[in-house]
């Protein structure tokens, strides 16, 4: 009988039975025959392989034979399990999921740049999901009981990020004399990396989470709609278009998706739907979505983005309502820049969301945090792809102590929630008559003159609010302007650059002078050379 919880073969052979096969045709039947043998959980690894597709193409490089001795040799261990030698000593490492992943990802890649083309997602170095996993785990280590924890994530790729906070957490529990059970779950689209994430599962005998591992796209076909979980990490594709799943989902405009369109600050349907050429907010707002309320650790999120996610989108548009609902919330702890070139397949500036439902009662409540990490980075001895540095153990624990402290620095800025916020109000000034008099309509309005309308971005911490600014900075100049209040909206934009750009120290003037009278010395004395 077939369960969920393992595995099994039930044909006549073993792969090892294989490698004694001389006609080619003979072993492509039998190993045919070998993959029709196992389990249906396995039979859905190899279809989202498409791996029957690759048979033909062996046999026809007669290679069918070699692969499958590399497969059962000795001297490989493609286990998740190490190879002890009679003595108990390790004699071949295990093969983990997260390096299987960079494995796979390094595949993908070189492949991608024969065919010059751009992979689009971003497998995460172990480096960088260590450093997340410790961001979710370490602030709440004493309050792990014995007890059960969800892990999620929404884009899990091969499940390299669930696997490392697995073993994060369980490490964590175990300092401490906890003892917890661990449920995995996750969603990934490509079929591919799903297969690497079930099968990773299956040999290392968690055949049971193997059914928390959806197959599909999270935004449009979300797996675990009326699930929560503890703790979740993602690394949601990003500048990549969503469009696809938007028609799936009614249309831009007729998305009533919860997760992403609801009732905030007042304002039915208040929607939180980017532009269709980059949905990685939506993910951030799907794990939002699904944090715990009523527990006492509340959910903790842990997400990579790029610099879109800080300040695309004006204010009243998706991505701003976004940033606007999360920070409104209290939800944002802290926003941690990274160096440049720390993922495979792409060398640009990246940043950790972490977000927590806990703030309340803390020194964090009304607060965010600004790490700027970018000069905390170790040069690799060879690039992998575009990665050429990493984060280190010591580097990280540098990063996790700016985190825990929470004390302003060089490296770190701690802000009120309101200093992103700002008010974008329309500034209007009459239209004048012949003789300088404002015209007014049938009502007795104002008449507006299109060609001098302004607008204004005020800041929500501004004293006095939208009238003191007005007040002081607009009437003095334009005494006639008045504010159209039912066009104000309220934006929300982060800006790294703004609280931690260092500008180029100037060289002092007697230096400068001093090279120029070195320059005009030696232009003589060269001239001098050339006239004799």
Known sequence: MQQSSFFCNGSEFRLRDLTSRVSQQKLKADFIAYLDGFSPNVQEILSKFKFRNQIDTMVDADILGAVIEKFVSPTINLAPFPVLDDNGRIRMPALDNHTMGTIFEELIRRFNEENNEEAGEHFTPRDVVELMADLIFLPVADQIKDSTY???????????????????????????????????????????????????????????????????????????????????????????????????????????????????????????????????????????????????????????????????????????????????????????????????????????????????????????????????????????GKKNCEINSTIRHKILELFLDFKENEYCKIFDNSAFGFYKVVVLRPQLDDSGKPLHDKRGKLIANKDLTDTEQIPLDYEGGIDAFISKEVLPYAPDAWVDEKQTKIGYEISFTKHFYKPVQLRELSEIVADIRALEVETDGLLGEVLG
């Open 150 to 384: 969800s892990v999620y994530d929404g884009a899990s790729g091969t499940g390299g990020m669930l696997t490392v906070s697995q073993d994060r957490l369980q490490e964590l529990a175990q300092r401490n004399n906890r003892t917890v059970s661990i449920h995995l779950f996750g969603q990934e689209i490509n079929p591919e990396t799903y297969a690497i994430t079930k099968a990773d599962m299956l040999l290392k005998g968690e055949g049971a989470e193997v059914d928390n591992i959806a197959y599909g796209s999270t935004l449009a076909s979300d797996g675990f709609p009326s699930r929560q979980f503890d703790f979740m990490l993602s690394n949601p594709p990003y500048g990549k278009s969503w469009k696809n799943d938007a028609e799936k989902m009614g249309g831009k405009k007729g998305i009533q998706d919860p997760r992403f369109v609801n009732n905030f600050a007042g304002i039915s349907d208040f929607s939180m739907i980017p532009r269709t050429s980059d949905g990685q907010l939506l993910f951030l707002l799907n794990n939002a979505s699904k944090m715990k309320e009523t527990t006492e650790l509340g959910s903790r999120i842990a997400e990579v983005h790029n610099g879109s996610s800080l300040f695309t989108g004006d204010a009243g548009q998706g991505e701003s309502n976004a940033r606007r609902y999360l920070i409104e919330r209290d939800l944002v702890e802290a926003i941690i820049s990274l160096p440049e070139n720390m993922f495979y397949n792409t060398g640009i500036g990246t940043y950790i969301w972490v977000l927590s439902n806990r703030k309340a009662g803390t020194p964090r409540e009304g607060k965010i945090q600004l790490i700027d990490a970018t000069n905390m980075k170790s040069p690799l001895r060879k690039n992998l």
